[in-house]
């Protein structure tokens, strides 16, 4: 069998050994289904024609479902199917199994069917299977996770075509062009070579909907994920190959260096010996260019493949390396992290694996300020800022072990059930279970959680389970069920996706299309009434209906596609040329945005009829001279831009040296000597842009047209100095120092020392540090030029019980919670029996208690965190009591209830700092009951949020237990 060893590697149309595609290809071990003379499982159905009639003597093939096939291989980069990956890069890896009949099914056994259509397997080993079936006149049609005992059906669909035309960017046809195809349902290959105006057909296929990939001499691979055959003809536009031509110099001399390229789902690096480096395969894409020889390093530059052939000069400079250790909270190594650099903007530029407790070099890399990213299963993520330094610095990444629950979804026959959607109640979050049926979720914090899976075919099911949790099993039922017919003018659609829901509760997908039947199956769904709606890429949505399911019936409706019209046009300058490259999107929106081609045309399918749209360009080089209005199926629209004149510079700092990273209105600039050439808007005779770069202030610059725009001087921005140290005194080195409104974060360095920035246009900001469970934050006003001392202080126990107005324990319940001092997200759940325990920074926070969890319109619980312990409950808890405050509601209007004696209130934001408050931003009503105040006296304010108001704030006292009442009205 051929997946038992991988024929040679030959070369692709774009060489393997210049692409991402020289992977080598997974080796798929062939799985038994046979237990030979031994009694075993015997399997039987029967093969019918569309209208249900036996087809005898067709062909039935089996094989075990756990054969591995091209359409169970994930992508290495992120983790999805790679047939439903939309990276480019991945369809050069489709690509590969195609030329090297890789990877799809092949039978273990074989039979045909008797008179009546019937067929039989016996002596099988093993519990689920694939089953397909094909015969003269029809195509083919399979059932997966066929169980012995269980009858399985074939409905062999009449032989279908897919036809389309393969044209370069500009429209042109592509002759000889390779097409190939695979359902998604079954993975048999179809192939077909385009005529000379490259059209082509694929025919004898199938159920569908097909996975396209096409590829020609000189162009990269391109992908149609989606196909539905049928009369609709298939456009493959391939796209040029770009190459990227990397000189490596010092002082002006070329060096023999490492140039590396980073992109989306791409690494590559080639040696050169002072000759350029030349990566060729490349997609017009955005790249990260980097380059290292021996001890020296280069800036990272980010590139856009526009051209052809781009050639880019990289210069080496004094450059270091960082050590990276990873270790948990307790000092010990974590196991395989991986550890990614960033430029301090996000872009990757290299990511490694380490083994456990071995370091992790990255470099050399140019001396500057960069982020270094750990990833590893079974803890948090972390990112620390890091300035390289010459030689070598050492870094270690502490990560905090997550909170996990991990199992595996079963189906009803006990049996694995792969690629399932796991959703984690109450946080709304969802993982994807692995081949295996496996999958582990990261969750918040101890608590109680409601897991939810669904299939559309195999089921579905629900299971309670307190976490941190291990070994949970996830069981599949069928339950009630929907069948769904979809259709459009007058015939069944294939490729068309089911989506039901029930307001403000849950979300069902379809987990695969409809085949030629145009049916989708909606399995495993819980009693109720769900609002239903199809889709196509090819057609307008149906529209919503409404579905009841009870019990273990199956509904059977239909949904209707209506016929889109398409919207075309041409994108061209001033001069009538033709502007490629432009996105084009309509307004109001109603379809996914079109790009134009080297021609200049674009398309915009599935758009309503005889309705006017308002068609706007976008495109880095031009600026849309006048509005452009078109209607579907009506005349093309001309779409006309201005070229934007392209100007040069360089940003420099107030002491003339260059500033290599910056952002030039909507361009991200990366350049050893600070230079630009961009193309920007002018308005009249000025030339007006923005420009900001970590540790300047923002520039506007505002000069007359000329081509060179000369030296753009940034001012280095005021600098906040600081101490980070323990309570002990003692100063503490690689602490994170941020603020809540700073564009960049610093650490401590051996001395506890920092320097940042201080953020420009807020007189008031505070400033935090963080290391482990250890964190400190202060409070500033803008100019303030005193050392600032942040005393690091471990994390507060907090715990308590949540209660529901009617005074019961809240199992869990889900607290949404945000430190108002750094901006920190917290997230809690409780327990079955209400509780939580919590670990959490010290400092002011604010709780969301209603419903909705609005900022406006629902109580907010104001409190201080502080000491080694706390104990906080929320809501009705026994022995607290509740407030009606009468109010008359004004926009910018908010009401507080402080414990104790306030003081006098010079800014209403001052209570949001409160020790405990309960408070209402702009109350929907006039009359607002607050529940759960302890025992104590109150404050009661109402007043202007935002600013003070003329006639200052209205403040009353109260007693909880005692007055129930109390008005706020003047």
């Not at 036996?54 to 994930?74: D, H, N, Y």
């Not at 077909?192 to 990269?220: H, N, Q, R, W």
């Not at 006017?612 to 078109?630: F, I, L, M, N, W």
């Amino acid at each position: 069998m051929f997946w038992l060893q991988p024929e040679p590697v030959t070369p692709l149309r774009v060489p393997a050994s210049e692409t991402a595609a020289a992977r080598p290809l997974p080796d798929f071990q062939a799985v038994e289904v046979s237990s030979g003379e031994a009694e075993g499982l015997a399997l039987t159905g029967r093969v019918l024609e569309p209208s249900g009639r036996p087809i005898p003597g067709a062909e039935v093939f089996l094989a075990a479902s756990a054969q591995k096939t091209l359409t169970s291989v994930r992508c290495d980069e992120c983790g999805l199917p790679l047939l439903s990956c939309p990276a480019r890069e991945s369809g050069i890896q489709s690509l590969a199994f195609f030329e090297h009949q890789h990877g799809f099914l092949t039978p273990r056994a074989t039979v045909r069917t008797d008179a009546q259509g019937k067929f039989r397997f016996e002596r099988l080993a093993g519990v689920s299977f694939s089953v397909w079936a094909k015969a003269a006149g029809f195509g083919v049609a399979m059932r997966e996770r066929a169980a012995p005992g269980e009858p399985v059906e074939l409905f062999l669909p009449a032989l279908r075509t897919i036809t389309g035309q393969v044209v370069d960017d500009g429209g042109q046809p592509i002759p000889n062009a390779h097409i190939y195809a695979v359902s998604r349902r079954t993975a048999l290959p179809a192939e077909a070579v385009a005529g000379g105006e490259g059209l082509f057909t694929l025919d004898g296929l199938g159920e569908g909907p097909f996975y396209l990939v096409a590829s020609a001499e000189g162009f990269l691979p391109t992908v149609e994920p989606q196909v539905e055959a049928g009369p609709q003809r298939v456009r493959l536009r391939l796209t040029p190959t770009r190459t990227l031509e990397v000189r490596v110099v010092r002082d002006g001399a070329p060096m023999a260096a490492t140039v590396r390229l980073k992109a989306d789902h791409l690494s590559r690096e080639l040696r050169t010996q002072g000759e350029p480096a030349r990566f060729t395969g490349l997609y017009p894409d955005e790249v990260v260019i980097t380059a290292e020889s021996g001890s020296l390093g280069s800036t990272p530059r980010t590139i856009t493949l526009q051209e052809r052939v781009t050639q880019v000069t990289m210069e080496l400079e004094e450059a270091g390396k960082l050590l990276v250790t990873v270790v948990d909270d307790a000092g010990q190594p974590v196991p395989q992290p991986e550890v990614t650099l960033r430029t301090v903007t996000g872009e990757v530029i290299r990511r490694e694996k380490g083994a456990t407790g071995a370091l992790v070099e990255l470099g050399p890399i140019a001396i500057g300020d960069y982020l270094v990213h750990g990833h590893t299963e079974g803890f948090q993520d972390v990112e620390l800022p890091v300035r390289v330094r010459s030689g070598e610095t050492p870094v270690e990444l502490e990560m905090t072990q997550a909170t996990l629950i991990s199992g595996q979804v079963i189906d009803e026959y006990g049996r694995p059930a792969p690629n399932v959607s796991v959703l984690v109640q109450p946080i709304g979050d969802t993982v994807l279970a692995d081949a295996d049926g496996h999958f582990v979720a990261q969750v918040p914090s101890p608590g109680l959680y409601e897991l939810h899976a669904h299939h559309s075919e195999w089921g579905g099911g629900k299971v309670k389970v307190t976490a941190p949790a291990s070994g949970v099993r996830l069981e599949l039922e069928p339950a009630a069920a929907i069948e769904v017919t979809v259709t459009a003018e007058g015939r069944r659609v294939e490729g068309a996706d089911v989506v039901l829901w029930v307001e403000q509760q849950g979300l069902f997908r379809s987990d695969r299309p409809s085949g030629p039947d145009g049916v989708v199956p909606m399995r495993g769904l819980p009693e109720g009434t769900y609002w239903m709606v199809a889709s196509h890429p090819d057609y307008l949505p149906s529209d919503r209906k409404q579905v009841r399911v009870d019990g273990e019936q199956v509904v059977k409706v239909t949904a209707e596609l209506k016929p889109g019209a398409m919207l075309s046009g041409d994108v061209m300058d001033e001069q009538g040329a033709p502007v490629s490259g432009a996105t084009l999107t309509v307004m109001p929106r109603g379809a996914e945005p079109a790009a134009s081609d080297a021609r200049g045309h674009f398309e915009i399918r599935a758009l309503r009829p005889e309705r006017t749209y308002r068609v706007e360009a976008r495109h880095p080089g031009y600026d849309q001279v006048d509005k452009a209005d078109g209607t579907p199926g009506g005349p093309p629209v001309k779409v006309v831009l201005k070229r934007r004149p392209v100007f040069r510079g360089r940003v420099v700092a107030d002491d003339g040296t260059p500033v290599k990273r910056y952002r030039l209105d909507e361009h991200d600039i990366s350049t050893p000597d600070g230079r630009f050439e961009v193309s920007l808007p002018v308005a009249g005779e000025q030339v007006m842009v923005s420009v900001d770069a970590p540790g300047y202030e923002p520039m506007m610059v505002e000069r007359p047209v000329a081509p060179d725009l000369g030296d753009l001087v940034l001012q280095r921005a005021p600098t906040l100095s600081g101490l980070v140290r323990d309570e002990g005194g003692a100063p503490v080195a690689d602490a994170v120092v941020t603020c809540e409104v700073c564009d960049e974060s610093v650490l401590s360095g051996p001395d506890g020392r920092f320097s940042i920035a201080s953020p420009p246009y807020v007189v008031q900001y505070s400033v935090s540090a963080r290391k482990g469970r250890l964190s400190a934050t202060e409070t500033l006003s803008r100019g303030n030029t005193s050392t600032l001392v942040l005393t690091l202080r471990p994390a507060t126990r907090v715990s308590g019980t949540v209660y529901l107005p009617g005074g019961q324990p809240a199992p869990g319940y889900q607290l949404d919670g945000v430190n108002t001092e750094r901006g920190d997200a917290v997230v809690v759940v409780t327990g079955p029996d209400g509780q939580y325990s919590v670990d959490m920074a010290p400092g002011s926070y604010r709780f969301m208690l209603g419903e909705d969890r609005e900022f406006a319109g629902e109580p907010a619980l104001l409190v201080r965190v502080e000491g080694p312990s706390m104990r906080l409950d929320f809501g009705a808890a026994p022995g607290s009591g509740s407030l009606t405050v009468t109010v008359k509601p004004e926009r910018g209007k908010a009401l507080w209830v402080v414990a104790g004696d306030s003081p006098p209130v010079n800014s209403p934001l001052e209570l949001m700092r409160s020790r405990y408050a309960q408070m209402v931003y702009q109350p929907r009503s006039e009359r607002v009951t607050l529940q759960g105040l302890p025992p104590g006296r109150y404050t009661v304010v109402w007043a202007s949020f935002h600013a003070e108001a003329p006639e200052g704030p209205m403040v009353r006292t109260v007693e909880i237990p005692g007055a129930q009442e109390v008005s706020m009205v003047r």
